[in-house]
């Protein structure tokens, strides 16, 4: 059977062209060691297969035979229903099976059956004919079941055919074979805690500090500045935890029985106790630091720690971007006293040893 | 909370220790004729170097060390702010307090450091070759030191006719003036670094605490760690006798735990003589390694008790039975010091900055080996010749009837030792009767109750108003005491969430139970697996540092013994937590954070 699947950790260059950018992006992330949630990118091969052996050319042809551009109920009818012939047709060989076994190992290393996934198209290249049109490719959120999952891609699949682009090649001369789309997988992530964090202390621009913020739940609280959350310090050499701050944390956003988020009270010793284990910490200081080498500059980093995946396998990034405030500042030398001489700088020390002293 | 600790004057003789003042050099009393000046100062207990009650004589090292500090500070070096320590012994115990530098003078000081110490710097190891030669030099004069009964009659050759002009009476009271002098010069050249080398250390951690506000302390600390020190060699000795002994087949040997048993064995075969001949080749001079401070002369000195050499041997020839590897992972150590030393470089602002950094690092590094090596000189090695010396002396006192024991020497002050030396000296040269065999034993035993009540105080670890905050760079560094400490023992031990607080000396958190230790005689209590809570630790405790699995102390700061022995062996350490073995018992599980500096009683 032909596999048609990459997870995103056998990721590399090569494979660009096959999964598209969104899915290469987490594969680059996932291979230096960022560990984002985990997935799999179901590659152009599938499409094409599919749309071979569904002989989807013979559909567009007899359906897009004299389009007029301009009449819009025109667009909107013929397009609509190549969309939903594609939603409809049949998968090509081995499609459906590599969908559903790889589906079934994305449940079995999340320990859960049906594990909530989100289904988003990845467009093949920047300079692809439809590369502008990206943002209107369909991403469907808390899919559950292989059946489901496969209903989801062909209507990623189809989106390839909205109504601007569909026009836009018609109007350009632009093959519609020449449009082709990979489709990211991915697990939905269902955290115990999430927050951000710096790569720098926030309050006094120390670079060798990781400052986190946290909270129970999905990270909406600690973003919006809903909930207090738990603050950390830790050291960016050796992974010490040099301050923690449990604040009271009145309300969660978790999820509602079903797919849905919402805000709920905390009540008792959940409200008060730290939403972060000391390993979990570390773990955080580590990709916030590994994001900052790998971006180059200082970041501020949105995080969760998932319910569904096993112990030092459960904190995913969510989101790196580079830190704004400290950066742009020049930082403080710490040889304005007594410079380079050693002696002055040795006479400084004893005069006023406050720096000296434990904090 | 307290804002002051109890006034020295306040404070009562134990029951059954009155008049143990007279134990004690006038001057080290707290007295009504300096009461204004005592009461305006802050007095800590140096548990670090003196937890236990001092005998008579024992105060002459304290009195010694403290005043050679002193004198380096104010008359040598003149370090800008920082006057001498004064010191006072009260019901026993070791008081010190900081003396700040008259604020005028700061100004003409700094010149001359910058003049005297720098030059110390410049010149650091060459000084340091120097001070290695005069320190061996002292330690082979000490062995001169002889105290043999006063013949019947004198030599004939050897003194009458040589012309010398004096006789053994006057050499037996020489030689005890030499051992004095001796033990003062000791003294002096232990100060001659020693605060040198501390003060480059503190400029490399201000550096750092400028540079990275929320760096742990330990972080520095193992930036500067990773070099061979002496300090480490008698541990290391007992590793190598236990390899040898597994390697040549005497392991066994070591399975009665009693020395007699084992060197019977060894003495059986080749090899076991060899091993033999291998430890007392060790023994000089790695085994003058005292089981406490080296300040007591009742601490346990290896070389006179090997059964506690042959204990650790033992422990570790089971050990390597078991396959571990006792090699101190230097190569790892190294690596990890490099690589901590490259990040932090690495997140410095300029170029400027790293060649700072550097030159600072660099510095630290070459004084470290004296901050490290000094203590086996001089508390160990030199200490422990002292001692013996002494002992020799008291044993000599014991054949001509003034007491009856050799370390009954020790309940006399030092200028009571040189009245019954010319007691005897008195008694023999007549002849008539001397005083002491009916003046001192009934005054020893006086003492031994006056002191055996003093060692039952539990000492308050401060006296007085303590400053709003905690600046002399000293007291900082080699004593612990910071304005948090001092805070804490304000509160008086273990907060209402039962957590005590001290230096986070060395990272990790671990959950255990606790072993409360009081003294070097019960390191062998000490179960695989427990938590080592003591007032200090010393550097013959090494051995069990492979036992346990993190230590907490009630004094001590970042660069105490327990806080670079764990960052060593890499298990977690609270120090200076000023009440744990007062508040917690053998047996307690408690959790300690050494990354945080905080113990939870569970």
């Known amino acids: 059977m032909t596999s048609h699947i990459m997870w995103f950790e056998g990721y590399w260059d090569g494979l660009k062209l096959e999964v598209g950018g969104k899915a290469a992006s987490l594969g680059e992330m996932t291979g230096a060691g960022l560990p984002v949630p985990p997935g799999y990118a179901l590659t152009t091969s599938a499409y094409r297969v599919s749309r071979d052996a569904a002989d989807l050319d013979a559909t567009l042809a007899r359906l897009l035979h004299g389009l007029d551009t301009r009449d819009t109920d025109m667009v909107t009818d013929r397009c609509g229903r190549i969309r939903t012939h594609i939603a409809e047709m049949p998968m090509g060989p081995d499609v459906e099976e590599s969908l559903r076994q790889a589906y079934d190992e994305l449940c079995r290393r999340s320990s859960t059956n049906d594990v909530p996934v989100a289904v988003r198209s990845s467009a093949t290249s920047e300079d692809s004919p439809d590369a502008s049109f990206a943002g209107e490719h369909d991403t469907y959120l808390w899919v559950r079941g292989a059946d489901a999952v496969i209903d989801a891609v062909r209507r990623c699949w189809a989106s390839l055919f909205t109504d601007r682009a569909t026009c836009y090649r018609v109007e350009m001369g632009y093959e519609h074979r020449s449009v082709e789309m990979s489709v990211v997988v991915q697990k939905m992530v269902r955290p115990i805690s999430a927050g951000v964090a710096f790569t720098l202390n926030p309050s006094d621009g120390d670079r060798s500090t990781i400052a986190i913020d946290a909270a129970w739940g999905f990270g909406e609280g600690v973003v919006s500045g809903e909930v207090t959350p738990d603050n950390f310090l830790v050291d960016k050499v050796l992974y010490e935890i040099s301050r923690r701050k449990v604040a009271k944390k009145e309300v969660e956003f978790t999820l509602d029985g079903g797919d849905h988020v919402v805000k709920k009270p905390l009540e008792g010793s959940r409200a008060t106790d730290a939403c972060l284990t000391d390993a979990q910490i570390k773990a955080i200081a580590r990709l916030a630091r590994t994001a900052e080498r790998h971006y180059g500059c200082p970041q501020d980093i949105e995080w969760a720690v998932d319910a569904d995946l096993p112990d030092g396998e459960n904190v995913v990034l969510l989101q790196s971007r580079p830190e704004t405030v400290w950066s742009k500042k020049v930082a403080d030398s710490p040889t304005t006293t007594g410079g380079a001489d050693m002696m002055a700088s040795i006479v400084s020390t004893l005069m006023n040893p406050l720096n000296s002293r434990k904090s | 909370m307290a804002d002051r600790f109890p006034s020295p004057f306040e404070i009562p003789a134990p029951a059954g220790a009155e008049g143990w003042q007279q134990l004690y050099t006038y001057s080290s009393l707290f007295s009504e004729g300096r009461r204004d000046y005592e009461d305006s100062m802050f007095w800590f207990q140096d548990g670090?170097?003196?937890?236990?009650?001092?005998?008579?004589?024992?105060?002459?090292?304290?009195?010694?060390?403290?005043?050679?500090?002193?004198?380096?500070?104010?008359?040598?070096?003149?370090?800008?702010?920082?006057?001498?320590?004064?010191?006072?012994?009260?019901?026993?115990?070791?008081?010190?307090?900081?003396?700040?530098?008259?604020?005028?003078?700061?100004?003409?000081?700094?010149?001359?450091?910058?003049?005297?110490?720098?030059?110390?710097?410049?010149?650091?190891?060459?000084?340091?070759?120097?001070?290695?030669?005069?320190?061996?030099?002292?330690?082979?004069?000490?062995?001169?030191?002889?105290?043999?009964?006063?013949?019947?009659?004198?030599?004939?050759?050897?003194?009458?006719?040589?012309?010398?002009?004096?006789?053994?009476?006057?050499?037996?009271?020489?030689?005890?003036?030499?051992?004095?002098?001796?033990?003062?010069?000791?003294?002096?050249?232990?100060?001659?670094?020693?605060?040198?080398?501390?003060?480059?250390?503190?400029?490399?951690?201000?550096?750092?605490?400028?540079?990275?506000?929320?760096?742990?302390?330990?972080?520095?600390?193992?930036?500067?760690?990773?070099?061979?020190?002496?300090?480490?060699?008698?541990?290391?000795?007992?590793?190598?006798?236990?390899?040898?002994?597994?390697?040549?087949?005497?392991?066994?040997?070591?399975?009665?735990?009693?020395?007699?048993?084992?060197?019977?064995?060894?003495?059986?075969?080749?090899?076991?003589?060899?091993?033999?001949?291998?430890?007392?080749?060790?023994?000089?001079?790695?085994?003058?390694?005292?089981?406490?401070?080296?300040?007591?002369?009742?601490?346990?000195?290896?070389?006179?008790?090997?059964?506690?050499?042959?204990?650790?041997?033992?422990?570790?020839?089971?050990?390597?039975?078991?396959?571990?590897?006792?090699?101190?992972?230097?190569?790892?150590?190294?690596?990890?010091?490099?690589?901590?030393?490259?990040?932090?470089?690495?997140?410095?602002?300029?170029?400027?900055?790293?060649?700072?950094?550097?030159?600072?690092?660099?510095?630290?590094?070459?004084?470290?080996?004296?901050?490290?090596?000094?203590?086996?000189?001089?508390?160990?090695?030199?200490?422990?010749?002292?001692?013996?010396?002494?002992?020799?002396?008291?044993?000599?006192?014991?054949?001509?009837?003034?007491?009856?024991?050799?370390?009954?020497?020790?309940?006399?002050?030092?200028?009571?030792?040189?009245?019954?030396?010319?007691?005897?000296?008195?008694?023999?040269?007549?002849?008539?009767?001397?005083?002491?065999?009916?003046?001192?034993?009934?005054?020893?035993?006086?003492?031994?109750?006056?002191?055996?009540?003093?060692?039952?105080?539990?000492?308050?670890?401060?006296?007085?108003?303590?400053?709003?905050?905690?600046?002399?760079?000293?007291?900082?560094?080699?004593?612990?005491?910071?304005?948090?400490?001092?805070?804490?023992?304000?509160?008086?031990?273990?907060?209402?969430?039962?957590?005590?607080?001290?230096?986070?000396?060395?990272?990790?958190?671990?959950?255990?139970?606790?072993?409360?230790?009081?003294?070097?005689?019960?390191?062998?209590e000490v179960q695989e697996g427990e938590i080592l809570v003591a007032p200090l630790t010393a550097p013959s405790w090494a051995p069990i540092f492979g036992k346990i699995q993190a230590t907490v102390t009630d004094t001590g700061g970042m660069m105490s013994h327990a806080a670079i022995v764990c960052r060593e062996y890499g298990l977690p350490a609270v120090t200076g937590t000023g009440f744990a073995t007062s508040t917690i018992k053998t047996g307690d599980r408690i959790r300690v954070d050494g990354s945080n500096g905080v113990v939870t009683l569970l």
């Open chain 2, 48 to 524: 670090v170097h003196w937890p236990n009650a001092l005998r008579p004589w024992d105060a002459t090292l304290y009195e010694y060390a403290i005043t050679s500090l002193s004198q380096y500070n104010t008359r040598h070096l003149q370090v800008p702010p920082a006057n001498g320590i004064d010191f006072r012994i009260l019901n026993g115990y070791a008081y010190l307090t900081p003396v700040p530098a008259p604020e005028a003078d700061i100004e003409a000081r700094v010149a001359n450091f910058m003049d005297r110490a720098g030059f110390y710097f410049m010149n650091w190891n060459d000084l340091y070759d120097k001070w290695m030669i005069k320190i061996r030099d002292l330690v082979k004069e000490l062995e001169t030191i002889d105290f043999d009964p006063l013949p019947e009659i004198e030599d004939a050759d050897g003194v009458v006719k040589s012309g010398a002009g004096v006789g053994s009476g006057w050499k037996i009271q020489a030689d005890y003036h030499k051992l004095l002098d001796l033990a003062l010069k000791l003294w002096q050249f232990h100060f001659e670094f020693l605060n040198l080398g501390y003060a480059a250390y503190l400029d490399f951690f201000g550096f750092c605490k400028a540079a990275w506000p929320n760096i742990p302390d330990l972080a520095i600390a193992k930036m500067v760690a990773g070099v061979e020190v002496d300090l480490f060699r008698p541990d290391e000795e007992l590793k190598r006798l236990a390899r040898m002994a597994v390697d040549s087949g005497v392991g066994e040997a070591f399975a009665t735990g009693d020395v007699e048993a084992t060197c019977q064995v060894l003495k059986g075969s080749d090899a076991g003589n060899a091993w033999i001949a291998s430890f007392q080749e060790s023994a000089e001079p790695w085994f003058n390694f005292s089981t406490g401070s080296g300040f007591y002369h009742s601490d346990k000195i290896w070389i006179e008790n090997v059964e506690i050499p042959f204990e650790f041997i033992a422990n570790y020839i089971e050990m390597l039975k078991k396959g571990e590897d006792l090699a101190r992972p230097m190569d790892a150590i190294r690596a990890e010091r490099d690589r901590i030393v490259a990040e932090y470089a690495e997140l410095l602002p300029s170029d400027a900055d790293r060649e700072a950094f550097q030159g600072k690092l660099g510095l630290a590094r070459v004084v470290f080996p004296y901050v490290e090596n000094h203590n086996f000189y001089v508390e160990h090695w030199s200490h422990s010749v002292i001692w013996r010396k002494m002992r020799q002396l008291g044993e000599l006192c014991v054949k001509e009837g003034f007491w009856s024991e050799a370390t009954d020497i020790f309940f006399l002050k030092r200028t009571e030792v040189e009245d019954a030396l010319f007691d005897y000296f008195h008694s023999w040269a007549t002849p008539a009767p001397a005083a002491g065999p009916t003046y001192w034993p009934a005054e020893i035993e006086r003492r031994r109750g006056i002191h055996a009540a003093l060692s039952s105080w539990k000492p308050t670890p401060a006296m007085g108003v303590p400053p709003e905050v905690i600046t002399e760079p000293f007291t900082v560094m080699l004593w612990g005491i910071t304005t948090e400490s001092v805070g804490a023992w304000l509160g008086g031990g273990a907060g209402e969430d039962g957590q005590l607080r001290g230096m986070s000396a060395s990272p990790g958190v671990v959950e255990g139970p606790a072993r409360v230790i009081f003294s070097p005689d019960q390191i062998s």
